[in-house]
């Protein structure tokens, strides 16, 4: 067994309780809400250093690129990225994680961790896990509880047999029952007891105690998830699981499928600060508010108010907030959120009373990202769009072809390669060219530099599914878009 640890980062997540910042096509974890970093870039540095090893990432395919493009941001090379079909929550995904960590190093420390926390003590955090490893090659259970500084009932809590000290590091201790999300009543009684911690959601164990656990608890996951390993196909470097037996699993948690029914449990108290920015209420308090209670972001102004978020994200809109109390106000160029605070919970179902009006801003946001990097709609008309598009160095759209839509692209930054049937060109600054309907045609970047370029379409159909696809490097099908 090596020493080392292994960080198995989940990925896969949608924050719908952050819209409309966090949306399904590009959910909190990627986004830079705290810090220089995204949340994802965040956890990943901070589980890297002495006797920490490559990190693991589980994740879904449309954010598989995303993940790759953060990771290698900060120069770190992942052990493997795993592919879930669907979405399958945390069973499913710790089983597969651990299945392949146990093939590729039997007996390994595994260190399961949300991508989407904040943990500004990374050295202490880490040297958290190191104290716990010994429990873990014991073959205990460790999960990590969080001493609690308010009556939260949006987590789940953890009863403790041994009386930590408030806000100190421990020594790992038996775990004597898991709490469900409280009511308020019972997360006041819970915070006065001292007997009680959050539960974080991160697990340190060996793949050979969790996978017995699987064994005994939830045969089945493990069966299923067995199968998709087994099946699973390598793609561009990602392993993508087999959906078929994939699609037979439950959807349910690890706290259901394992934790609670496992009798060699552990708690490692954690006295460091952390949140799992769970809502825009978490932000307000993570982002440190003035001495009225005000946190802005972009172009945001608060006036006679107080206890109170406002969040821009374009410069071209400012965001005035008057004699506001303890509000949450997020003004993007699509979307707007005003909510009180004591409903940052609540925010999930305005997400779905959107979902259910087929509202796009449910899920979508205004700049899509992709492999190649992203574009956003500057314009839409009855028989046009103006898109800008900006590609990454090196990167190539594949080579397509449209039935209903001519394009003109005029290059702003950068040089771009365009190929239109059998010509290519180089197009620099301040040039254009025109892709006529039906034309086979793609663009790179072969520069150093961001290529950015206005993109005008005219057709009797603009949707991004009106592509035909004959090569592409990113190993895409024919009807997925860009």
Not at 111 to 134: E, G, K, N, W, Y
Not at 236 to 252: C, E, K, V, Y
């Amino acid at each position: 067994m090596t020493a080392d640890i292994h960080p198995v980062l989940l990925c896969g997540g949608s924050g719908t309780r952050l819209w409309p910042l966090s949306r399904k096509s590009y959910p909190k974890q990627f986004v830079r809400l705290i810090g220089d970093d995204s949340l994802f870039q965040a956890s990943a540095r901070r589980l890297q250093g002495a006797g920490f090893a490559a990190p693991g990432v589980i994740t879904a395919s449309d954010f598989r690129f995303i993940v790759v493009e953060q990771l290698a941001a900060l120069e770190i090379a992942p052990a493997d990225i795993l592919i879930e079909p669907a979405a399958r929550n945390t069973a499913a995904a710790i089983c597969a994680a651990a299945l392949t960590l146990e093939a590729r190093s039997p007996g390994a420390l595994m260190l399961v961790a949300p991508s989407d926390h904040v943990i500004p003590d990374a050295v202490r955090f880490r040297a958290a896990v190191t104290a716990a490893a010994p429990a873990a090659r014991d073959g205990r259970l460790v999960t990590f509880g969080i001493h609690p500084n308010r009556a939260e009932t949006g987590y789940g809590w953890l009863e403790l047999t041994t009386r930590p000290d408030a806000g100190a590091d421990a020594l790992p201790q038996p775990l004597r029952s898991f709490v469900e999300k409280p009511d308020i009543a019972t997360a006041e009684r819970l915070l006065a007891g001292g007997m009680h911690l959050w539960n974080a959601g991160i697990f340190l164990f060996s793949t050979t105690t969790i996978l017995a656990a699987f064994a005994r608890h939830a045969p089945d996951t493990l069966t299923r998830t067995r199968a998709a390993v087994d099946g699973a196909e390598r793609d561009l470097g990602f392993t993508r699981l087999a959906p078929g037996p994939w699609a037979d699993l439950d959807n349910i948690s690890i706290d259901y499928a394992v934790m609670e029914r496992a009798d060699n449990l552990t708690v490692m108290p954690y006295g460091g600060a952390w949140s799992d920015l769970g809502d825009w209420q978490a932000v307000w308090r993570e982002k440190t508010p003035d001495a009225d209670g005000i946190v802005t972001t972009g172009p945001a102004m608060a006036i006679a108010s107080t206890n109170t978020l406002l969040h821009a994200t374009s410069d071209a809109q400012q965001l005035v907030g008057i004699g506001l109390h303890d509000i949450i106000a997020v003004a993007m160029p699509d979307a707007v959120l005003i909510a009180h605070k004591d409903r940052a919970q609540d925010v999930k179902l305005a997400v779905q009373a959107l979902k259910a009006r087929q509202v796009p801003q449910a899920e979508t946001l205004p700049r899509d990202y992709r492999p190649w990097g992203w574009y956003e709609s500057l314009v839409v008309g009855p028989r046009f769009q103006v898109k800008r598009i900006t590609v990454h160095p090196g990167a190539a759209l594949s080579l397509q072809s449209h039935h209903h839509r001519a394009e003109h692209w005029i290059v702003v930054e950068g040089t771009a390669k365009v190929t239109v049937d059998d010509t290519v060109t180089l197009i620099s600054e301040n040039q254009s060219i025109f892709i006529p309907l039906g034309a086979v045609h793609r663009m790179e970047n072969p520069g150093k530099v961001p290529l950015t370029l206005i993109e005008v379409q005219t057709g009797t159909y603009l949707g991004e599914d009106d592509i035909i696809r004959y090569e592409d490097v990113y190993a895409r099908g024919p009807g997925a878009r860009g």
